[in-house]
């Protein structure tokens, strides 16, 4: 079990500062005792980890000095050094996901330190051997196990990757969920194909972005929509034909301008999901992997069935997937989209920032 105790930044310096004073006082007064505080200051300095705790749903996390974070067997300690939020975390911290079991650290993603190599981390436990769906005990990093917005994080050893050595620490953290996600959505479900054409919708999010760049990378050309003028015209610049903002869309003459789309990936669904479906060209892919925007109440069967479309629901990715992102990435020497870089103290702020959708890629936090 953690012991968890609540102390804010500020609070966890005077905290050693308290024991630092404690160790002088008795250092003056009484020398044996003295010896036992400098232990016991020591210890807390090495084994004490700051983290991010969610407490309670719909609270700000807290950032709390964690003690007896202890080793557990089948487990490795990660010394985390940075971390990316995914809009699961800001989903949890609202109650909008299932398996809520505060306390816990929050977060998937990361990249760090494990016996002096560069690595960053798998957030899948236990996908199973099926490649086609996840084991029925499948979960994700961050919950319910604690996850990386700490400065160490316990994975099994086999979930950790060398880290690909063209990206920082805040790069490469920003790649295992959205990446692996995005990897399996394009290429397993949709089968993506050198110079076919696809849409990314919602091209500000992280996962969203992935696909875009591996899209790129594999030849296709790419259409992006988003709810954001300037998130469109960033895309143009890194290599999108062209794109429509879904808030004021006219999408009758965008299907004219583009000619339709052989791959759709989307993360919205809602009542906005039968447009990506009528820009489909036949035999066209679907994929989605979210459902930011609902229910998808609307859609035609006729138009289904007879532009013969297939519609793949996706989740994350098998650990074989994984590899195989890690490896692509590397290939191509991509480099994620970083949007910001906030730290841990400020973490509240990048949560905020993320919800209120004002971010073009990932968000990062900077751990130690
Ligand atoms: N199943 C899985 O394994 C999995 C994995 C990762 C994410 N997800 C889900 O996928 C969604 C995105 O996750 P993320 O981490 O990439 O989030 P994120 O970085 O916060 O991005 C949010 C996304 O929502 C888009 N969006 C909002 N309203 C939209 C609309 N009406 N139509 C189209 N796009 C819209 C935004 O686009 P603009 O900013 O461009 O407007 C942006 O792409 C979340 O619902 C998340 O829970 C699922």
């Known amino acids: 079990m953690v012991f968890y105790e609540k102390r804010s930044?500020?609070?966890?310096?005077?905290?050693?500062?308290?024991?630092l004073a404690n160790y002088i006082v008795n250092f003056t007064f009484d020398g044996n005792t003295s010896c036992f505080f400098v232990i016991i200051f020591l210890f807390q300095l090495f084994f004490d980890m700051k983290a991010l705790v969610l407490d309670q749903v719909g609270q700000d996390l807290q950032l709390k000095n964690i003690s007896n974070y202890e080793d557990e067997e089948g487990y490795i300690l990660v010394d985390v050094h940075a971390a990316a939020l995914n809009h699961?975390?800001?989903w949890i911290t609202k109650g909008m996901y299932p398996g809520i079991e505060p306390p816990v650290i929050l977060g998937s993603d990361g990249a760090g330190f494990y016996e002096g190599k560069e690595v960053i981390i798998n957030p899948n436990h236990l996908w199973g051997d099926n490649i086609k769906f996840q084991s029925?005990?499948?979960?994700?990093?961050?919950?319910?196990?604690?996850?990386?917005?700490?400065?160490?994080?316990?994975?099994?050893?086999?979930k950790i990757h060398p880290k690909p050595s063209h990206l920082s620490f805040e790069e490469a953290a920003a790649l295992p969920l959205s990446g692996?996600?995005?990897?399996?959505?394009?290429f397993t479900k949709c089968n993506l194909q050198k110079g076919e054409r696809v849409l990314i919708s919602g091209i500000g999010g992280g996962v969203a972005l992935f696909a875009f760049q591996f899209a790129i990378a594999m030849g296709a050309e790419v259409w992006v929509t988003s709810g954001s003028d300037w998130k469109i015209e960033k895309a143009i610049s890194m290599g999108a034909q062209g794109g429509i903002n879904y808030k004021t869309a006219d999408w009758k003459s965008f299907s004219k301008k583009t000619g339709g789309f052989d791959v759709v990936i989307d993360s919205?669904?809602?009542d906005g999901f039968m447009n990506l479906v009528k820009l489909c060209k036949p035999g066209a892919r679907i994929c989605f992997y979210g459902g930011t925007r609902g229910n998808i109440n609307q859609l035609n069967p006729q138009i289904i069935f007879w532009k013969q479309l297939s519609i793949f629901g996706s989740t994350m990715a098998s650990d074989q997937?994984?590899?195989?992102?890690?490896?692509?990435?590397?290939?191509?020497?991509i480099v994620p989209v970083v949007d910001s870089v906030y730290s841990i103290n400020n973490a509240n702020e990048a949560f905020k920032k993320m919800e209120?959708?004002?971010?073009f890629g990932k968000i990062v936090l900077k751990i130690q």
């Open 321 to 333: 997937e994984f590899n195989e992102m890690i490896d692509f990435v590397g290939e191509h020497h």
């Open 356 to 359: 209120q959708g004002l971010q």
């Open 180 to 186: 692996m996600t995005a990897y399996r959505a394009l």
């Open 9 to 19: 930044e500020n609070a966890f310096k005077f905290y050693n500062t308290a024991n």
């Open 136 to 158: 029925p005990q499948y979960h994700i990093l961050g919950l319910p196990t604690d996850g990386t917005f700490a400065e160490k994080v316990k994975v099994k050893k086999d």
């Open 88 to 90: 699961r975390d800001v």
């Open 268 to 270: 919205a669904g809602g």
